[in-house]
């Protein structure tokens, strides 16, 4: 059916636009009061638990309905999260979305039912003219008729002549106007004629306009609504899990307990009593010398009370085995923890603890309860370090360690740490992480110093040269310089760990920042590493407002459009061969729709085999080989071949040249040799890198032109500014792993961090995605290779961070074991028959096509990045 079969009820399908506007405007308006009723819900909520706040027990009470109690305010609080998120997925997802589609849909319109109501009106107008005129002749050929009576009447009688000469004359003159009414009656119906003609040609395209129209309409409705309903039933499933949570911590609320614990906080702390008795002078005096020796004696007190109680507590919390846990558990907690919290405000008291936790480190994981008590403890030492002004950096250290050694499994079979159940003021001072920093790091190069010394023992220089190194070595003032590279080395290292530690302890990212400058500029680092320390760090910065933008570049997609968005929007609808005729409508839907379309016959389409390759080789060719015509292949292939003795890079070529494309019968050593050759010639001021051979090798396994190939090279490298990848210390590969790091973080926040908790960041596994565009990893699987290559040729680098977050969300679920040497394992293994789990299949290009990454998203970390380097640069000056 189609709204072509009523091209005569146009006011019908008018009034039906402007009902489909006014849907649209009301579902916008629905959903606007629905996030304002939201709004207004949080707010609520804040104000209830910030009042409720003033009234929770304080902190530090052991008792079950306290704990309870805590709670509420912590489910109020994650209800009131969970309730922004649903609000602003709304108002990203589906509210701007909408509003976006109505104003274009509107306006789409516009000019169509403009040109219908133009038509429309031209067609009546005729058509009233016509009928009036017709009328004119109707009547008179009426009195035409009645004179033409008149005069056979009186024909037949005996009338007097005159009468029938007036008769006759007035019969004439009625035919002459019936014969010029009829001829502008005629006239009419031609031109009524004309203009239905008119109607009919353009009708049926305005009818057609109006239908896509109406069919992007309703799809996108459909399409929100069911955004609508996913976030919503997020938004509930997480609710139900918050009551759940809750629920189960009720279910603990045992009176008993409760009761024992307030009993025991408010007895007398003496045994006995409470009574006053006589002391003599002789016996006070007598204690009071005991107390003297027992302090000053050098033999140790084995039976240590305080010490012994540690210990319980400890084995209680941590179990060696199911044997050692305490049968009279409930009794043994509200009785000791109060003690236990005393004895953690001295320092010996603290030092003992650690020292009993730290064999026990090897336990790991702990259950829910009984991570949140250590958690408790851990606390609690920490104010007393605070309490005592404590500025011991081993103190702070251990418990850095611990907050990453002790965990509980979740109910989605995931590890919380300890460091995130104690957020502590302390962690806020920067001072004291720089001192933690200054000790371990100064702790790892007396480690350096011994293997440094160790190794020069054994390598004792001779004669003059010796004495000469000697006597440079003893010169004041000037380091070692091979002490210096180890101190920067150490220091580099620390700094690295130690800022998963103050990312995970809630350190903002400023005072993170300035801890690393600061550390960097006191152990003279250069600008590249305190850029990747600044860097590292930002990756791991949970970014609402990126992620914001990425719904909003969305929008911006929409925009691009303008008029034309319903045909866009329809394109989606239709089979990828169906779409090629849009090409031929006009110029402009042409220059729209063209790498739209292009895309989807390459991806999408089921052209055979040949065709594809076809239309592969024009697509490639025509976007790669733009300004590169002039060039002669044959005068830069003369030079490359001159080339052979300038710096050793004719046997890098040479050595690449035979590790790449073995037992390719296409691409042959000696074509990939002269094309390499070819291009450093050309392009002396890269010449040659690692890297360059796959990347013109898998040109010329499509284009199987050596010529062609040469400028689609040059092309290639040029579009996509790939100097600065080849150039040295490769700056813009430094890019892509800071952008790779920080989408990983923002699209696969879970992969981001088991990969952060083993120490891997995207440096480690991706660099030949960069610099082979995959083509180094996938010569035995040159399908996917190819559909890799349309999207980059197509998209540009978008595609290849679009590829790595697919491999990265596929591979992931392998990771069960959270050992760096596994990890590393299956990322390096993915084309490999070995790999555990397969990624390339034929789904592949499917998945990264839903990926979604947005070029402005792109360019707003590469944005990131440039001012952490440029921090860097002007810290390091």
């Known amino acids: 059916m189609s709204y072509t079969e009523i091209c005569d ?54 008792d079950t309905l306290s704990m309870s109690i805590c709670s509420l305010s912590s489910h109020i609080k994650k209800i009131i999260n969970s309730t922004n998120t649903f609000a602003r997925n709304m108002q990203l997802d589906i509210i701007e979305p909408l509003e976006q589609f109505a104003d274009q849909f509107q306006q789409a319109n516009v000019n169509d039912i403009r040109k219908g109501l133009a038509i429309t009106k031209e067609l009546q107008k005729a058509r009233e003219q016509m009928e009036k005129i017709r009328y004119q002749y109707y009547s008179t050929s009426s009195l035409a008729e009645k004179a033409n009576k008149r005069v056979r009447t009186l024909s037949s009688d005996d009338a007097d002549q005159e009468l029938k000469e007036n008769a006759q004359r007035d019969l004439i003159y009625h035919r002459d106007h019936v014969s010029q009414e009829c001829k502008y009656y005629m006239q009419a119906v031609s031109a009524t004629n004309e203009v239905w003609n008119k109607y009919d040609k353009s009708m049926p395209q305005i009818m057609e306009s109006l239908q896509q129209s109406d069919e992007s309409k309703i799809h996108f409705i459909k399409s929100s609504l069911e955004r609508y309903v996913k976030h919503y039933q997020k938004h509930q499933n997480y609710c139900i899990d918050i009551i759940e949570e809750v629920n189960s911590i009720v279910g603990n609320i045992n009176s008993n307990i409760d009761i024992m614990v307030f009993v025991d906080s408010n007895k007398s702390k003496d045994s006995g009593p409470n009574r006053e008795e006589f002391v003599s002078y002789e016996d006070w005096s007598k204690r009071r010398n005991e107390v003297f020796l027992k302090v000053n004696s050098e033999v140790p007190d ?62 790991g994981e702990l259950s829910n309860e009984k991570i949140e008590k250590l958690s408790q403890f851990i606390k609690e030492a920490l104010t ?29 079979q995931k590890r919380v740490y300890l460091c995130s159940y104690i957020h502590h003021q302390i962690f806020l001072d ?50 070692d310089p091979e002490l210096e590279r180890a101190e920067k080395s150490a220091a580099f290292t620390i700094i690295s760990q130690y800022s998963n530690h103050m990312l995970r302890l809630g350190v903002s990212l400023e005072m993170a920042n300035c801890i690393i400058l600061n550390l960097s500029k006191k152990y003279n680092m250069d600008y590249e590493r305190t850029c990747l320390l600044l860097s590292e760090i930002q990756a791991n910065q949970k970014s609402y407002k990126i992620l914001a933008k990425m719904k909003k570049d969305s929008l911006k997609r929409l925009n691009k459009w303008g008029n034309l968005l319903p045909i866009a929007l329809s394109l989606d609808w239709l089979m990828p061969e169906e779409t090629t005729s849009a090409l031929q409508v006009c110029k402009s839907w042409k220059m729209a729709f063209r790498n739209r379309i292009e895309k989807r016959l390459l991806i999408r389409s089921s052209l055979c085999y040949s065709k594809k390759m076809e239309l592969r ?38 050595m690449d040249v035979l590790r790449s494309f073995q037992n390719n019968s296409i691409v042959t050593q000696d074509i990939l040799r002269r094309l390499l050759r070819a291009y450093a010639a050309f392009n002396p001021e890269v ?52 952008q790779l790091d920080r989408l990983i ?49 197509l998209e540009g680098w978008k595609a290849i961070f679009k590829c ?32 555990p789990i397969q990624i390339f299949d034929d789904s592949f290009i499917r998945d990264v096509n839903e990926t979604k990454i947005s070029t402005a998203l792109l360019d707003e970390l590469e944005a990131e990045y440039e001012e952490l380097r440029v921090k860097a640069i002007n810290k390091h000056k």
């Not at 500025?391 to 702070?396: G, L, M, P, R, Y």
């Not at 992480?433 to 790091?441: L, N, R, S, T, V």
Request: proline residues 2%.
């Open 9 to 62: 009820k146009f006011d019908i399908v008018q009034g039906h636009m402007e009902k489909s506007s006014k849907t649209l405007t009301s579902i916008c308006s629905f959903f606007k009061q629905y996030s304002n009723i939201l709004d207004i819900f949080s707010d609520s909520l804040i104000n209830l638990e910030a009042s409720f706040q003033e009234s929770l027990p304080k902190e530090g009470t052991m």
């Open 302 to 363: 084995t039976e240590n009370p305080d010490f012994e109680h540690i210990l319980k507590v400890v084995n209680f919390l941590i179990p060696e085995s199911e044997e050692e846990i305490d049968p009279e558990a409930s009794l043994f907690e509200s009785s000791h923890f109060l003690r236990f919290s005393r004895i953690l405000s001295t320092i010996e008291g603290r030092t003992n603890f650690f020292d009993i936790l730290d064999t026990k480190r090897h336990k």
């Open 384 to 412: 007393g370090i605070i309490h005592d002004n404590s500025q011991e950096a081993v103190e702070f250290i251990r418990i850095l360690i611990f907050s990453r050694s002790f965990y509980t499994i979740d109910n989605n």
């Open 430 to 479: 920067r001072v004291r992480w720089i001192q933690a920093m200054d000790y371990a790091i100064s702790d790892r190069l007396e480690s350096n110093k011994e293997a440094i010394e160790k190794n020069r023992s054994k390598i004792k220089d001779s004669g003059i040269l010796g004495t000469l190194k000697q006597i440079a070595n003893k010169i004041p003032f000037q380091k």
């Open 617 to 654: 080789n024009k697509i490639w060719i025509d976007s790669l080989k733009t300004g590169s015509s002039s060039i002669i292949y044959d005068v830069f292939l003369s030079r490359g071949n001159q080339m052979d003795g300038r710096s050793g890079m004719n046997d890098v070529i040479e």
């Open 687 to 738: 010449g040659y890198c690692q890297g360059m051979n796959f990347i013109a090798g898998t040109l010329y396994l499509q284009l199987q032109d050596e010529e062609i190939v040469f400028k689609c090279l040059i092309g290639l490298i040029e579009k996509y500014q790939m100097k600065a990848l080849f150039k040295h210390n490769l700056p813009k590969l430094r890019q892509f792993f800071y």
């Open 745 to 793: 973080g923002l699209m696969l926040p879970e992969v981001h961090e088991i990969l952060n908790e083993i120490g891997i960041n995207s440096a480690h596994f991706s660099s030949s995605w960069f610099l082979t565009l995959f083509a180094s990893i996938l010569q035995s699987k040159t399908d996917i290779l190819l559909a890799i290559w349309d999207l980059f040729v």
């Open 804 to 835: 790595a977050i697919t491999i990265l969300k596929r591979v992931s679920v392998a990771f069960k074991e959270i050992r760096f040497e596994e990890i590393m394992l299956v990322i390096t293994t993915i084309s490999q028959p070995t790999c």
